[in-house]
């Protein structure tokens, strides 16, 4: 388990994390979303002690990344699949990782078999592309078999082959038991992956949440009903406090109130409903709506207005 209380960082000027606090579960898989400049690659080199926080504490099973006699054993971190020596090959540098935290050598082709390099092993990483520098990455990862695992963009390069392949290996592991934190700007994998949710925005916590009640809370969520008596169940949706538009097809888009009530009002006034179905919002859509307040890079957009305030926190965590 991650444990993060109170984390502070600053860059001269800069808050880059503001009193930041979460937990990060085993079993499950937890993505970290936010904007460019949110914190997000600050808080996970404060959490592997690349860095030191200005304040507050993190945890890792209940003791710091520096106290962690054989780090690798017991956290696996992919920050940057570029990190490596160009003239090592992908086995010699997972063998010198392996050898300075006392893992066997027969655990060296275990992994890269594992992620699919075992016929490129001793060429030099220099000459890999960037999928199969990523893959390398991910190997180094999981190499000391460790309980938490941390992945900062790890399908950057891969083919959908890759993605397919890392996002069921974060699945497995999280099913194992063990805790798996990643972060990423692709909604669509997240969507598709994490179980659990942890938003930031300017250093600052805006959701902790189940990715189901995340999306669940968005604006976008709607129940859309067909029927031939539109217009009455309109008047029926208005009366009871939700709304209804109407699509060009003819089906009613109902926000404010759940499939349900719907259905119960269509009952007590005797009318046909030929679909009732929930629709939730992407995560995509979710997430720009709740972090819109919290962009610290804005693109021109010729007639936009301004961005809207940054809706309430979402979640436990606050």
């Known amino acids: 388990m991650i444990e993060v209380r109170g984390l502070t960082k600053r ?13 990060i579960e085993p079993g499950k898989v937890t993505g970290f979303l936010g904007p460019n400049g949110a914190g997000k690659t600050t808080t996970m080199r404060l959490i592997l002690g690349l860095d030191y926080p200005d304040a507050g504490t993190v945890t890792l099973d209940g003791r710091r990344y ?9 956290v696996g971190a992919l920050l940057d699949a570029k990190a490596v020596h160009g003239g090592r090959s992908a ?90 934190f990643v972060s ?24 902790d949440a189940a990715m189901s009640e995340f999306i669940a809370r968005s604006s976008g969520t709607a129940v859309r009903v067909r029927t031939p008596s539109a217009d009455q169940l309109t008047a029926g949706i208005a009366a009871k406090g939700g709304t209804a538009t109407t699509d060009p097809d003819g089906t009613l888009q109902v926000r404010g109130m759940t499939a349900d009530v719907v259905g119960d009002i269509a009952f007590e006034q005797g009318l046909r409903v030929h679909e009732l179905t929930t629709v939730h919002a992407s995560l995509e859509e979710a997430f720009m709506e709740l972090t819109a307040g919290s962009l610290e890079y804005h693109t021109g957009v010729p007639g936009a207005g301004a961005a809207p305030a940054a809706p309430a926190n979402i979640g436990s965590g606050v």
Not at 155 to 167: A, K, Q, S, T
Request: negative net charge; proline residues 4%.
């Open 91 to 180: 086995y010699n540098h997972l063998l010198c990782l392996a050898q300075t935290n006392d893992l066997p050598a027969h655990r060296v082709g275990e992994v890269l078999e594992l992620v699919g390099l075992s016929e490129v092993a001793r060429k030099r990483s220099k000459g890999f592309s960037l999928g199969m520098s990523q893959r390398l990455g991910i190997a180094e990862t999981l190499l000391g078999d460790p309980q938490v695992l941390m992945f900062d963009e790890p399908v950057n390069g891969l083919d959908p082959e890759g993605i397919l392949w890392i996002r069921n290996l974060m699945k497995a592991l999280a099913a194992e038991g063990r805790t798996v």
């Open 11 to 23: 860059y001269g000027e800069k808050v880059a994390v503001d009193n930041l606090t979460f937990g």
């Open 184 to 207: 990423s700007h692709l909604m669509s994998e997240m969507e598709n992956t994490a179980d659990h949710l942890i938003v930031i925005g300017r250093g600052r916590l805006i959701a």
């Open 66 to 74: 520096a106290d962690l006699a054989y780090p690798m054993r017991e």
